[in-house]
């Protein structure tokens, strides 16, 4: 099945160059202009495999659409951003964004991000896979399903793939570029920060804020989700 990508950007030229490249990558386009538009076309389910995010935009910002977008869905995002400050790129990935990439933009970078990030959510239902089963966590990956305890987590693919590698090597320290291979794919296309983010959200879900309970900070190598 083709995959479907929906476009959020407001200059034409920018949107037309991006439509095309994915058009020709083989993905079907859904592409509008706004923020309020990006989030009424998310909100019809299924209607969309990933959503290509520009944080610049008019009526709702990118931000905010991932913020609204988060509150009841996790179809992957990408942002599109041509800003330089670290700080929109962390905000973003906090707000839930699986992955980023900066314009301007090379077409076989921007495809191989978004087949990346595709290839994590559309095989994730794969009914082959593990229950894992460390302390009170169980993670389901056959049926996509996490839960602590009684209490099923809402994950996003990223996060979802990220605690069961985690809790397939409980015990085991996975180091930031060993988890950006397994979990995003990535070799030299990755950036640690992709890890650390998703890794404090994911800690958030699981009520481990402080890091100490579930998932460890090893310094200056990487996580450690915590056994038994």
Aim: hydrophobic share 45%; aromatic share 4%; net charge negative.
């Amino acid at each position: 099945m083709t995959a479907r990508v929906l476009v959020v950007e407001d200059d034409s030229s920018v949107r037309e160059t991006v439509t095309l490249v994915l058009e020709r990558s083989g993905f079907e386009v859904t592409a509008v202009a706004d923020g309020q538009a990006a989030v009424a076309e998310a909100s019809r389910s299924g209607a969309h495999d990933l959503m290509l995010l520009d944080l610049m935009l008019p009526r709702l910002s990118g931000l905010d659409v991932c913020r609204e977008v988060r509150r009841s869905s996790s179809l992957p995002i990408v942002m599109l951003t041509a800003r330089a400050d670290t700080a929109d790129v962390v905000a973003g990935l906090e707000l839930g964004a699986d992955d980023y990439v900066t314009k301007p933009f090379e077409p076989v970078e921007l495809a191989a991000r978004v087949r990346a990030v595709l290839r994590r959510a559309l095989g994730s239902g794969d009914a082959a896979g593990s229950v894992l089963h460390v302390r009170d966590v169980c993670v389901d990956e056959g049926a996509f399903r996490a839960l602590r305890g009684e209490r099923e987590l809402s994950l996003t693919t990223t996060e979802f793939r990220l605690l069961a590698e985690l809790v397939r090597h409980a015990g085991l320290v996975l180091t930031r570029e060993v988890l950006l291979e397994r979990v995003w794919g990535y070799d030299y296309l990755g950036d640690s920060r992709l890890v650390d983010m998703a890794v404090m959200r994911l800690r958030e879900k699981l009520g481990d804020t402080a890091g100490d309970g579930y998932v460890s900070t090893v310094r200056g190598v990487g996580y450690r989700f915590e056994g038994d």
